[in-house]
């Protein structure tokens, strides 16, 4: 039913049949095209008919795959054919002879790219986007906002696109939710990396030498990210504190044992979906305000903040005044901007 009715949702609607227009004030009602009725259903294609292919990620430090072993197994036993590009699972420690053995037929970069249905971590690069089959399906992490020229020439070549980082934060589309998994990684990760950065100890020591004060650890957007950078720096004994323009997010982050950090304005930044919108012009100098005044007195900035359909905001001016705690050796500051989040 839902690709013969449209829903109009307005306080004065027309429902329009062949060329008889009925008006229903202050109704919600359905517009109905008859000419659907007498088309013959599309007949599907069968999995044995169908060619999945993984190509092997072109972006630079990209360890990951879009499909293991273990599931070329299960496409396999549904009567999928599956080919994976040579070399696509080794940075993930997958051989090519593992995918064999899972029944997949190992092949080069345009048998990959050239099949049915193409799986893939990263959004494919314009030139990538050239080598897929026209009309083919393409499920990926897409950023479709973001990627304005990349959807131009999705749509020149007639693919469908299953963007992974659009799935909705349902119930029933929990099991789909990779965005959320990515995030997650991301966040911890982002820790990790700025530990290995900032050259002593995330926890305050007592040493014969004197004593050393602990790491002060930023973290802007409580998101899942968010939230796994803060649970990641507050038990490497990190003083940790988190913004977010969402009152439910601060909440979490007190609840890791950050603290909860806001500005004097009083706005709501809950949207749709359990992500967040974009803030008032007077709210966003405010936040920056804050921001640069933080940058002063932390060592690490960890912003996972992202807006859906919107850009990273930079903040590489704030990190201008920040002074360093005694020698230089001893401050660093680390920003980690990651897509896998959400933002305020």
Known sequence: MSTLLRCICSSSVILSQRGVHLKFPGRRHFRTFPVLWDQKASRGVLYKDLVVGVPKETLQNERRVALSPAGVQALVKQGFRVQVESGAGDESKFSDQQYRDAGATITDVKGALGSDLVLKVRAPSLSEVDLLKPKSTLVSFIYPAQNQELMNKLSQRQSTVLAMDQVPRVTIAQGYDALSSMANIAGYKAVVLAANHFGRFFTGQITAAGKVPPAKVLVIGGGVAGLAAAGAAKSMGAIVRGFDTRPAALEQFKSFGAEPLEVDLKESGE?????????????????????????????????????????????????????PHGHPSQQSIFKQHTEASEGH
Do not use: W
Not at 273 to 300: H, N, P, T
């Open 271 to 323: 949207g749709v979906g359990g992500y967040a919108k974009e803030m008032s012009k007077e709210f966003i100098e405010a936040e920056m305000a804050l921001f640069a005044k933080q940058c002063k007195e932390v060592d690490i900035i960890v912003s996972t903040a992202l807006i859906p359909g919107e850009s990273h905001r930079n903040t590489h001016r704030l990190l201008r005044p920040a002074q």
